[in-house]
């Protein structure tokens, strides 16, 4: 049944879970169709998150405090039952990717990224936006910034003048010093590098490692303090 040959006794709520099924069968198909196809805004995608409570809450401030024009996605590394049955409910709002493979936690943050639309990713590790206009803001330094490529919001001890500019290579590598809690980069540069190494088996890790991969010139460092809880 569709909207046009729907029965003339059809209740509103069928007509409209026909609608819906429809166009996320063509949103599905032109996916599959064309995979680098990107829209002018950003993809979001939520990982990390140890309680199905923080995990929740996280999906919540994002879409209360970030403008559209943008996308969520939701990497699924082991999320609990309670979890699920949120972003289920919530289904045409938030894309829930799963791995069913035995790699490690970089491989479903690599199928989430892959799969992504945005000119732009946003990947929130284990945290959640607090301010409003927190997208913006890191936009504006893609925007301004030309060499920019990769912006890492973070918490912890780093040489403060490496704070808004490059990152030293290694700097990353002094555990319990720095917390990642984001990244957003250009979406080329997932092409450039590649993705996150699904071998390692922490996410913490393989994040570490692919920041390491960009470029000195071209990541920047933003404080979380304003920004993220």
């Given amino acids: 049944m ?10 509103p709520a069928q007509l409209y879970k ?11 198909r032109i996916g599959k169709e064309d995979r680098q196809r990107s829209f002018d805004g950003t993809s979001i995608i939520l990982t990390g998150c140890t309680s199905s409570e923080d995990f929740i809450a996280a999906i919540q401030n994002i879409e ?5 024009p943008y996308e969520m996605l939701v990497a699924d590394n082991e ?15 938030i894309r829930h990717i799963i791995d069913k493979s035995d790699k490690g936690a ?5 199928k989430a990224a892959y799969a992504s639309h945005g000119r732009e990713i946003a990947v929130l590790i284990g945290s959640s936006p607090k301010k409003d206009g927190w997208i913006g803001q890191l936009l504006t330094i893609l925007k301004e910034d030309s060499l920019a490529k990769m912006i890492c919001v973070y918490s912890g001890l780093i040489d403060p003048s490496l704070e808004s500019g490059s990152l030293k290579s290694g ?21 450039e590098i590649g993705g996150w190494d699904d071998k390692l088996p922490s996410l913490k890790e393989s994040v570490r490692q692919w920041i390491q991969k960009v470029p000195n010139e071209n990541r920047r460092m933003v404080s979380s303090s304003e920004m993220f809880e």
């Avoid at 026909?18 to 599905?28: C, E, V």
């Avoid at 970089?106 to 690599?110: A, D, M, T, W």
């Avoid at 700097?171 to 092409?191: C, D, P, S, T």
């Fill in 2 to 11: 569709n909207l046009r040959t729907a029965h003339p006794n059809a209740k």
């Fill in 18 to 28: 026909t609608g819906f099924q429809a166009g996320y069968d063509l949103g599905f």
């Fill in 64 to 68: 209360a405090l970030t403008p559209p």
């Fill in 79 to 93: 999320l609990s039952e309670k979890t699920k049955q949120y972003i289920q409910k919530r289904t045409g709002a």
């Fill in 106 to 110: 970089g491989s479903v943050l690599n």
């Fill in 171 to 191: 700097a990353l590598g002094m555990k319990g010093q720095v917390n990642i809690h984001g990244l957003l980069f250009r979406r080329e540069l997932l092409f």
